[in-house]
């Protein structure tokens, strides 16, 4: 089956600065990349996703970059805001076998104001 | 539009009881997978329903197991239950398989004792 890992598990930036989030995937037939965000006690939220036919996604200060060669997909925020810190998961699923989600460990971001 | 929703939002058991969590999908969604997300893990893939059948299941025992009703709703029944049981089990909906993405639902917090 597939495996997702993620890097880093914890990562402090100063408000204002860039954080990247990293992941890789063993299973090259999966296709579908999606980003979440998880506050403390609260449901994983979408923020960003992206499919295999796209090489890079963004959306305002989120952005996705895949590289299906090297099976790696990173999560960039740019201007990072106190609002921001919370656990990201990424996560992999391949069409043909109804999507079902991999998810990475999850990285706690803290933004220190 | 509602959301997804899962009841009871947090429950405790006893080593050995059976519990049932529920779920009622967002509307317009017809798939609903479950996960089980211990504390400071990503969320493991449990099984998946489409259509009210089962499409896919990940890697637990067979004391796990589910029901998807034709309204979509669902049901995870869970036997025989373990210390190791105590998690968050989310839900998720989506259209067409999972295709367009989950939405998650903000989870029941199992805990045995």
């Known amino acids: 089956g597939e495996n997702v890992e993620q890097h880093p598990s914890t990562l402090s930036v100063q408000e204002g600065d860039s954080a990247v989030i990293k992941c890789t995937y063993s299973d090259s037939a999966s296709n579908y990349f999606p980003w979440y965000k998880q506050e403390l006690g609260k449901r994983p939220q979408l923020i960003i996703d992206i499919r295999s036919n796209v090489g890079e996604k963004k959306d305002q200060r989120i952005a996705v970059t895949l590289n299906k060669t090297a099976k790696h997909f990173s999560l960039h925020i740019t201007e990072t805001q106190p609002e921001d810190s919370a656990v990201y998961f990424c996560?992999?699923?391949?069409?043909?076998?109804?999507?079902?989600?991999?998810f990475g460990t999850g990285t706690s971001l803290t933004v220190i104001p | 539009e509602t959301g997804v929703t899962q009841s009871p939002t947090h429950l405790i058991k006893t080593r050995g009881q059976q519990v049932t969590l529920r779920c009622s999908s967002q509307?317009?969604?017809?798939?609903v997978s479950w996960y089980q997300q211990a504390l400071g893990q990503g969320p493991q893939f449990i099984f998946q329903?489409?259509?009210?059948?089962?499409?896919g299941r990940g890697n637990f025992p067979p004391r796990f197991s589910g029901l998807q009703f034709p309204n979509y709703s669902s049901e995870l029944n869970v036997n025989a239950l373990e210390l190791d049981d105590s998690a968050l089990y989310l839900c998720a909906s989506s259209q067409q398989g999972g295709y367009y993405g989950y939405t998650f639902g903000s989870g029941t917090r199992l805990t045995v004792v």
């Open positions: 509307s317009g969604h017809n798939t």
């Open positions: 996560a992999a699923s391949r069409a043909d076998t109804g999507n079902q989600f991999y």
């Open positions: 329903y489409y259509r009210e059948e089962e499409n």
